[in-house]
T-cell receptor, first 114, second 118 residues
């Protein structure tokens, strides 16, 4: 079983739409959570961190449900420039260690059309 | 003023050759990584170094050998290249996250090296 599971999509939405991505993680000991964005043929870049009950950054809202081991990303008022792959990422430390590692989901592809 | 830079950006080589990819970060981070992204876009960690010390070594063929001359550099040498090694290799670095007291969070990635083995 993979550490992080995501719906790969693709999601195709018109400009202005609201779109939500979901992600589940398998290890309840996971300690921190992120959404990364990866444009075509580019490197992943941090979009937002999700540390507690969730947070908002402009049109982007991330939610974390530790009980259900579930993370979501909501994008409101989609822009053409939001077209990318969104990667759900969890940080998990090895047992008895502070040496964490990032586990990436396969990503959800979003295309926003005019 | 690139934060994480890796070279080369593209690498086309024949099976059986040996090649190296170099990575440098100017962020002052202590931890550096190599990730592999395959054709299905799955990003998987290969190695992690903290202050020049190897701390993560995933199940990777021993043809892959990382080297960290100092904490700002992490190179990847690959011997006897195979067709299945074709992928995009990303270098990344991160700092310690004191909020959760965990090393290696919020990774910053280089632009990737697209390796094609023919």
């Amino acid at each position: 079983r993979k550490e992080v599971e995501q719906d790969p999509g693709p999601f195709n939405v018109p400009e202005g739409a609201t779109v939500a991505f979901n992600c589940t993680y398998s290890n309840s000991a996971s300690q921190s959570f992120f959404w990364y964005r990866q444009d075509c043929r580019k490197e992943p870049k941090l979009l937002m961190s999700v540390y507690s009950s969730g947070n908002e950054d402009g049109r982007f809202t991330a939610q974390l449900n530790r009980a259900s081991q579930y993370i979501s990303l909501l994008i409101r008022d989609s822009k053409l420039s939001d077209s990318a792959t969104y990667l759900c990422v969890v940080n998990l430390a090895d047992r008895g260690s502070t040496l964490g590692r990032l586990y990436f989901g396969r990503g959800t592809q979003l295309t926003v059309w005019p | 003023d690139t934060a994480v830079s890796q070279t080369p950006k593209y690498l086309v080589t024949q099976m059986g050759n040996d090649k190296s990819i170099k990575c440098e970060q100017n962020l002052g981070h202590d931890t550096m990584y190599w990730y592999k992204q395959d054709s299905k876009k799955f990003l998987k960690i290969m190695f992690s170094y903290n202050n020049k010390e190897l701390i993560i070594n995933e199940t990777v063929p021993n043809r892959f050998s990382p080297k960290s001359p100092d904490k700002a550099h992490l190179n990847l040498h690959i011997n006897s290249l195979e067709l299945g090694d074709s992928a995009v290799y990303f270098c990344a670095s991160s700092r310690r996250d004191y909020r959760v007291d965990i090393l290696g969070t919020e990774a910053f990635f280089g632009q990737g090296t697209r390796l094609t083995v023919v």
